[in-house]
């Protein structure tokens, strides 16, 4: 054979680079080979006719007129619909006489299990959804959660769904003023919270959380009319009586049935971090996101009637949403949930949790496998690992060590990896393998799931050829794509249809192979990936500023072992002042929450700008990743900043 032939020597490295299916697994797979080139084909040349028959499986109490309606960039699925994501998730099993079947199981920290099946899991939203109406919860009123990872936390999202009323869920770690933020930015009066979470054995306050927050909020002119509060710690909390009442006190015995919400109806708003400024409030809404979380979970989880799907995400990130509960449930599977430290007691306790639940796949992130990869693989081996058959990763790219670690000491060698590539605004899984159909090819996420249509760009809008890395950008609509920014549909089209003409841009690198395996390269706008969660460098620049004693701050990301990235922070300090970096570290997190912390800082004696004043933040990267100066220094209006820069200590 000629080189020529076989598609060049890097084809076939990297081809045999690659880790075939396992045989067995494709033989009982959800999605087949044949079926995924039908239906992939399909979905790409008659988008309508494909989602038509997926829409088909669920309940409509009218039915849609109109599968897509596309007017770039603002779309609209299943027009004229109506239907309830709720009544999909939970009614529809029920009423198939599927209500006996094991929904959730969920286990506390400190070892409680507590299990509902669909029946129960119906009854408990049911009421959930009469208590919030009780309390003037209306549809299309904005309702905050934010709670641990117990089971309330799944109702509380279900009930919003069964009423209309779009959640917009808050993870646990963000601070107090991200919550007022949040709840001013969505006008959302009411909040679902605990008194507290356990987190390593320790108390977390959710509740006196909320309570600041509500200040700050009434301080945006936003006012919080109610605050639902589970009792979960059982800590000492304040309650403001007329606005605040505990859910075990205000829960109806009464169960509220699920309304019929328009296809385009707002589901959820995820407030999700940006390039520049405040966070953005992604909006989803009914019929489109429902079909593909059902869709993508179906085919990239293989979830059977036999499974017991952990995805570890908390519901604060898109994941939590679209595969904590969302997916799984619309499917009729079982779905196991965990609050608290992946650590706690020790680095066996999610091993020790799959071999007591017999857990069959599991979905997880690359910074919690490379701090499990750290520990050695005498923890996991210590397990009974052998219910586990499929294992995914998700939120950054995974490093091929890390993958073969997972595969080898989680997977035993036998269950397929998944590496799915997807985003806040994508609302559902992009690409990736399919578990029977495609070789994995670790730290390359793979091909497009169905209806996805990427195209590798230049700026200027062109096809780069195979191999080459330019923008990750999707060209057609997709039914669980981001309908708009919440309330700036100015902004929506910006972000994301403005850099690149006509097509989305993910704000990700990436390159793709001649036989079409995609490969993130990661972002390449201000936006830093730390451990699988997003943050924008200007927040916490701005986060920073509002240190009396900073005048300038500059974030940028550095590369990190265990998580993905790192925050590295220049901080020029006020004249005369010498700001203390354990300081800004604990103000950071005060403003942002602990997530934003600064990992090194810097108190700089100047920052490297361009003579138009523009901080030249690829200079700090480089410095921040300890490398020697490359580029281009002559537009900077004083190169020696470099040099006194590189000196200062990091802190
Ligand atoms: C689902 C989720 C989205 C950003 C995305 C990209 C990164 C996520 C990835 C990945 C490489 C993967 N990302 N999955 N990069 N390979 N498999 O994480 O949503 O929190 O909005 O983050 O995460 O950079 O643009 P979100």
Known sequence: MTHSEQGGIE???????????????????????????????????????????????????????????????FARWFVGGKTNLSYNALDRHVAAGRGGKRALVWEGEGGEVREYTYAQLLEEVGRTAATLTRLGVKQGDRVTIYLPM?????????????????????????????IADRMAASGSEFVITADGGWRKGELVPLKSVVDQAAQLAEAQSQPVRGVLVV?????????????????????????????????EHPLFLLYTSGSTGKPKGILHTTGGYMVNAALTTHAVFDLKDSDLFWCTADVGWITGHSYSTYGPLLLGQSIFIYEGAHNHPDWGRFWDMIERHRITVLYTAPTAIRSFMRHGDETPAKYDLSSLRLLGSVGEPINPQAWHWYHRVIGGGRCPVVDTWWQTETGAIMLTTLPGVHAAEPGTAGVPLFGIDPAILNRQGEELPADEGGFLTIRQPWPSMLRTVYGDDERFQRSYYGEIEGVYFAGDGARRS??????????????????????????????????????????????????????????????????????????VSGQLGKVARPDHIVVAPALPKT???????RFLRQIAAGKTIEGDTSTLDDPGVLERLAKTPVQ
């Open 11 to 73: 084809h076939i490295m990297a081809a045999q680079a690659r880790v075939p299916i396992p045989e067995d697994f494709a033989q009982q797979a959800n999605v087949s080979e044949q079926q995924y080139r039908e239906w992939y084909r399909e979905s790409v040349e008659s988008p309508e006719t494909f989602w038509d028959a997926r829409a088909k499986d669920f309940h409509w109490f009218k039915p849609y007129e109109q599968v897509l309606d596309w007017q770039p960039p």
């Open 150 to 178: 117990i089971p309330e936390a799944t109702f509380s999202m279900l009930a919003c769904a069964r009423i209309g009323a779009p959640h917009s869920v808050v993870f646990g770690g963000f601070a107090a003023g991200a």
């Open 231 to 263: 009792q979960h710690t059982g800590q000492d909390v304040a309650m403001q009586p007329g606005r605040d009442h505990w859910w075990h006190e205000a829960r109806t015995e009464e169960t509220q049935e699920a309304a019929a919400v328009g296809s």
């Open 514 to 587: 001649a036989d079409g395996y995609i490969t993130v390269l990661g972002r390449v706008d201000d936006v830093l990936n730390v451990s699988g969660h997003r943050l924008s460098t200007a927040e916490v620049e701005s986060a920073l500023v509002a240190h009396p004693q900073v005048a300038e701050a500059a974030v940028v990301g550095k590369p990190d072992e265990m998580k993905g990235e790192s925050i590295f922070a220049f901080v020029l300090p006020q004249e005369g002042e010498t700001p203390d970096a354990a300081e800004l570290r604990a103000y």
């Open 611 to 617: 003579r138009s004043g523009k901080i030249m933040r």
